[in-house]
């Protein structure tokens, strides 16, 4: 940054000052969040100075360690609240290294208690979350099309076109496709 302004910074810029935020906001070093999150110190810098892109995983772990969702921190760096939200306005972001592609659909707001989250998911891909970041986190997943295998609480299910899952998440869970299908679904959040 270097003193200068910067007026259009990207989606990494800004999440990045946003996880400083929230650290700052509770007096936290980057090795008590390292202790809270199980991500490496050194991670935790390299992401706070946008050096590298954080991961959907490493993002799983941080929001755990905040007590917020993954779409809360999402829309904390994106513009304000619209009740209307054009399909070409919808804020996106890829993971780059599994591969998900997420599109906060109707992005969450202080006064409604759920989102709905867009999905893509490619062949032959894996992603694990630790923990929920809220203990109890409603989830309702509609595979739209391909197939998909969801994990928690000691459990599996395999979805195909048109099924929907409804969960509570107290634990780890994980999301994975076959080689040969990817999935596209939509996850609503209360």
Excluded at 44 to 61: D, P, Q, Y
Excluded at 108 to 123: F, K, N, Q, T, Y
Excluded at 138 to 158: P, Q, Y
């Amino acid at each position: 940054m270097g003193g200068t302004l910067d007026l259009d910074p990207t989606i990494d810029t800004r999440i990045a000052r946003r996880l400083r935020a929230l650290r700052g906001e509770r007096g936290w070093s980057l090795e008590t969040l390292a202790a809270h999150s199980g991500v490496s110190r050194a991670t935790l810098s390299r992401l706070e100075n946008a050096e590298v892109s954080a991961t959907a995983a490493v993002l799983g772990k941080l929001c755990a360690a905040y007590g917020l969702t993954v779409s809360r921190l999402m829309h904390a760096v994106e513009a304000d609240y619209l009740p209307l939200l054009r399909a070409g306005e919808q804020p996106a972001w890829r993971d780059p290294e599994s591969g998900l592609e997420r599109r906060q659909v109707s992005p969450p707001a202080a006064a409604l208690a759920g989102e709905v989250i867009a999905c893509r998911l490619p062949p032959g891909a894996r992603i694990g979350y630790p923990q929920p970041p809220r203990p109890g986190l409603e989830h309702h997943l509609l595979l739209r099309s391909g197939r998909l295998e969801v994990a928690f609480d000691g459990s599996r299910h395999e979805l195909a076109k048109g099924d929907c899952l409804r969960y509570r998440l107290f634990g780890a869970s994980a999301f994975a496709t076959p080689d040969d299908s990817g999935a596209d679904y939509l996850l609503f959040l209360v």
